[in-house]
């Protein structure tokens, strides 16, 4: 079946640098992707809609400037957090829809932890 | 926007034993998903049912649907203690792209 992995799995970084996550399609190409954040035993949220070819779509409340998505090929999507802060520290999962849009596959999530 | 809300929100039951899930939504849908993620993991999708359905098998999951009632129910029937992980219910949104709204989720612990 189709997959969507992440990278890297942790990362754990000090207060005020950038991390840059990765999304990729192993199978197949999404000119959409998801971006998701995930708080402890909490749901997911969604952050934005990443588009291939063109700017994201954020959701209210979440800085564009502090999460920068690029979305640069047809199996490939990034998510950096810029000037990275305490309260930035979460699980950050990606998902790619399925032809169709029904359903979706999800990537396996980036813990990040902000020092 | 969060519109699922999974009730109970934690679930312990032992081996052999069914267990039942169930999320209530705000918004008219075209479908309802559920989905599984294991501690610190992704999510894996299980069944989907669609708005004109009332009820779904797959294999030892049945979901049902009530559009009146903008509920849904998953059942796990002969739970097993791989199956503990997290559920959510999730509707989808075409506001969004497509993308998905989560309910808070039940977390099941299912034990030997």
């Known amino acids: 079946g189709a997959v969507v992995s992440q990278h890297p799995s942790r990362v754990i970084c000090k207060s005020g640098t950038s991390v840059k996550i990765e999304c990729r399609s192993l199978?197949?190409?999404?000119?959409?992707m998801f971006w998701y954040r995930q708080f402890p035993k909490k749901s997911l949220m969604l952050m934005a809609t990443?588009?291939?070819?063109?700017?994201?779509?954020?959701e209210q409340g979440v800085e564009k400037d502090k999460f920068l998505i690029n979305h640069a090929s047809l199996t490939l999507s990034t998510l950096t957090v810029t000037s990275a802060h305490p309260e930035d520290s979460s699980f950050y999962i990606c998902?790619?829809?399925?032809?169709?849009?029904?359903?979706?596959?999800f990537g396996p999530g980036t813990r990040l932890l902000v020092l | 926007s969060q519109q699922g809300e999974e009730d109970p929100q934690a679930l312990s039951i032992q081996e052999g034993e069914n267990a039942t899930m169930n999320c209530s939504y705000k918004?008219?849908?075209?479908?309802l998903q559920w989905y599984r993620q294991n501690s610190g993991r992704g999510l894996v999708h299980l069944i989907l049912?669609?708005?004109?359905?009332r009820e779904k098998h797959s294999g030892r999951l049945r979901v049902t649907l009530d559009t009146s009632k903008k509920s849904s129910s998953l059942l796990i029937t002969a739970s097993r203690a791989a199956d503990t992980a997290s559920y959510f219910c999730?509707?989808?949104?075409?506001?969004?792209?497509?993308?998905?709204?989560f309910g808070k989720g039940t977390s099941l612990l299912v034990t030997p």
């Open positions: 998902s790619a829809p399925t032809s169709g849009y029904e359903t979706q596959y």
């Open positions: 199978d197949f190409q999404a000119t959409t």
């Open positions: 990443s588009n291939e070819g063109s700017k994201a779509t954020y």
């Open positions: 918004t008219s849908i075209n479908n």
């Open positions: 049912i669609r708005s004109n359905e």
């Open positions: 999730a509707t989808d949104d075409s506001n969004s792209g497509y993308a998905l709204n």
